[in-house]
């Protein structure tokens, strides 16, 4: 699958019930931020939810109306959001965090898969870098990605614990790239001093080529995160939660539901108390509090 990194289109999903098509709690308005998309083909993403949108329609008999050619900004699901025109909305943690304002945060839908998301800081073995503090004027390189949304909040954190000076200097260098295999072999190959990166990523790394995972090891590991997800707005209709959760956490039962899957990086989808983001959000909360909203630049 190509990886193009488009970030100026946005997307809107109408979908309305069969029975009484254009009763205003029949309406399914979905927006789905930009972000998701930025490690895939924009025009994969859009074929991928045509093919969704058909598979809604047959499955759960609606009639739908759609736009097909756009993806939202946060700005743009905010407005929406404060207007009424969206319902439920598929976002990253750090576009949650700004909206909660407009969204029911009892309940959300999350990707899940049998490597649970995390972050690994990761050194060579040789290396002689025992603890954190040890990589203090060292090279670092940084996954830019959906999934490491949190990342640099989350070694925010940690740079902070150790006497409150930005990541820019407490590092020799922290540099992002968008892919796993750009910021592990670096470190690998001895380039550069460490990496922070996922966990399913370095794992996968390591499946074709098990020394990866013999000459890295991590130096610290985060708590489990939730990268992105989908949230209802405030006074969603329970009609229209009933089909939203019926599409999203049925997507795996079909081959075109498995394609969005597949294109979003996720083995199927999990209707879950909001309660689950606890710990990633107090990750972007200990960050805020250190080095403000816009976090540290690196």
């Not at 598979?55 to 207007?83: G, H, M, N, T």
């Not at 830019?144 to 614990?161: E, G, N």
Request: glycine share 6%; aromatic share 6%; net charge positive.
């Amino acid at each position: 699958m190509s990886t193009v990194s488009r970030r100026n289109a946005w997307f809107a999903l109408a979908a309305a019930g069969s029975s009484s098509a254009g009763a205003a709690e029949d309406i399914l308005r979905l927006g789905i931020s930009e972000s998701l998309v930025r490690d895939v083909s924009v025009a994969d993403a859009r074929a991928a939810m045509v093919i969704w949108m058909k598979r809604i329609a047959e499955d759960l008999r609606v009639d739908l109306r759609y736009i097909p050619e756009v993806f939202e900004s946060r700005e743009s699901l905010s407005s929406k959001l404060k207007q009424g025109l969206v319902d439920t909305v598929a976002v990253n943690l750090l576009e949650y965090s700004r909206l909660r304002e407009w969204l029911d945060l009892e309940e959300v839908t999350v990707p899940s898969q049998k490597t649970k998301l995390s972050y690994v800081l990761l050194v060579r073995t040789e290396s002689g870098i025992a603890k954190f503090a040890d990589l203090r004027g060292r090279s670092l390189l940084l996954l830019d990605s959906l999934h490491a949304c949190v990342a640099p909040a989350w070694l925010h954190s940690i740079v902070s614990s150790e006497g409150r000076q930005s990541t820019g200097s407490f590092f020799s260098s922290a540099v992002r790239k968008p892919k796993p295999s750009q910021v592990i072999l670096p470190a690998f190959f001895g380039q550069k001093h460490a990496c922070l990166t996922t966990n399913p990523g370095f794992q996968t790394a390591g499946e074709p080529t098990p020394r990866i995972l013999r000459k890295l090891r991590p130096l610290m590991v985060s708590p489990e995160i939730v990268a992105s997800l989908d949230a209802y707005r405030k006074g969603c209709p329970s009609s229209i939660r009933a089909k939203v959760g019926r599409a999203m956490t049925g997507l795996a039962s079909s081959p075109a539901g498995r394609q969005v899957l597949t294109l979003f990086q996720c083995e199927s989808l999990l209707v879950r108390d909001a309660s689950c983001l606890n710990d990633s959000l107090s990750i972007l909360a200990r960050s805020e509090r250190a080095y403000g909203r816009n976090g540290d630049a690196l």
